[in-house]
């Protein structure tokens, strides 16, 4: 008979499409693999925050000794979130918040620190801090998209030159952005300037500015800084973003926090995840050391696969022997 999970985890996902949430769920599984004694029940609310708020009251109703929240957006979620707090149900809140204050953990990067880095590092980029920038945001209602905003307003303050002349809601997502930027870019042809607060969008913008032959005129700074092709580290190396300011999924650091929470252990109610920029200074050292990793966590599956093939044998193997036994 299968064991009793001694802890159910519930994650509420605003969404489980894309590279970076699968780094996310890859890495809370591979922190899970330690933790057998762990059952995680994950639901996709794709990008729907009524949805969001349902299925984290039906995790709720079955019954969980913790929940993991990435809100799709802010406010509209936020009762859901706090009602399960209001029950006694810890709350991790990870890579984007609620509007509350009501929750036991948050982990993720610092959204304020990556909105100013871009800023002040666009302003260097430039030369001279001097010129039109254009923001492309993320989904108006997500915290990382205000806060991003808000760090990036703050960070320019310093460089009157630099003048924001559109602002273009992406959603997060590439395509979506296209036809916006493509309107404030005819009206605005000397941009110098584009911080995307994601690299998909970074992307999207580099194809714009190819349709509109700006390529390589406008600088562009994303966000995520995600290993594989067509993600950050590739995008920086192939010098289609300048920049992309790392922002960690913390799928493990998420996991390793709500463990320490269920097991009574003292734990950080604010866990930051660092930033750094990746650029063209740095962009190849990064790349090797991701390969690596990579390698040696291929490494570490190939074991395991090996383990649980022993494990089976040694079963087997006692199976036989006890049915020798008892003849
Ligand atoms: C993925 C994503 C990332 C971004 C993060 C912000 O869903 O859009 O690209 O950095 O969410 O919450």
Aim: some cysteine; hydrophobic content about 35%.
């Amino acid at each position: 008979p299968a064991k009793t999970p001694a802890y159910r985890i519930g994650f509420s996902q605003c969404s489980t499409s894309g590279p970076w949430r699968e780094a996310m769920l890859n890495g809370i599984n591979r922190e899970l693999s330690f933790h057998p004694e762990v059952q995680l029940r994950t639901t996709d609310a794709h990008d729907n925050s009524d949805l969001q708020q349902q299925q984290i009251r039906k995790l709720v109703q079955g019954g969980l000794d913790l929940l993991i929240v990435s809100p799709y957006e802010a406010g509209p979620v936020t009762p859901a979130v706090e009602e399960a707090y209001a029950q006694g149900i810890p709350v991790l809140l990870l890579d984007r918040r609620t509007a509350s204050q009501r929750y036991t953990a948050y982990v993720g990067g610092d959204n304020l620190e990556v909105g100013q880095t871009a800023a002040r590092y666009g302003a260097r980029l430039l030369g001279r801090p001097q010129g039109e920038v254009v923001e492309i945001l993320g989904t108006p209602g997500s915290s990382a998209t205000s806060e991003r905003h808000q760090g990036f307003a703050e960070g320019l303050k310093v460089f009157p030159g630099l003048r924001v002349v559109a602002q273009v809601n992406g959603n997060w997502q590439e395509k979506t952005l296209k036809p916006a930027l493509l309107a404030a870019l005819r009206a605005h042809p000397n941009v110098a300037l584009i911080f995307a607060h994601n690299d998909a969008m970074g992307r999207g913008a580099y194809e714009v500015c190819q349709q509109l032959r700006l390529a390589g005129k406008v600088r562009i700074i994303g966000v995520d800084g995600l290993v594989g092709k067509g993600e950050g580290i590739d995008l920086v190396q192939r010098g289609i973003l300048d920049a992309s300011i790392l922002y960690s999924p913390g799928g493990e650091d998420a996991m390793r926090t709500a463990l320490k929470i269920l097991n009574k252990q003292p734990y950080d109610k604010e866990n930051t995840l660092g930033t750094i920029v990746i650029d063209s200074t740095n962009v190849l050292t990064l790349q090797q050391q991701t390969d690596k990793m990579a390698s040696q966590q291929h490494d570490i599956e190939r074991q395991q696969g090996l383990l649980q093939r022993l494990r089976a044998t040694y079963a087997s193997q006692q199976t036989i022997l006890y049915g020798l036994l008892t003849t």
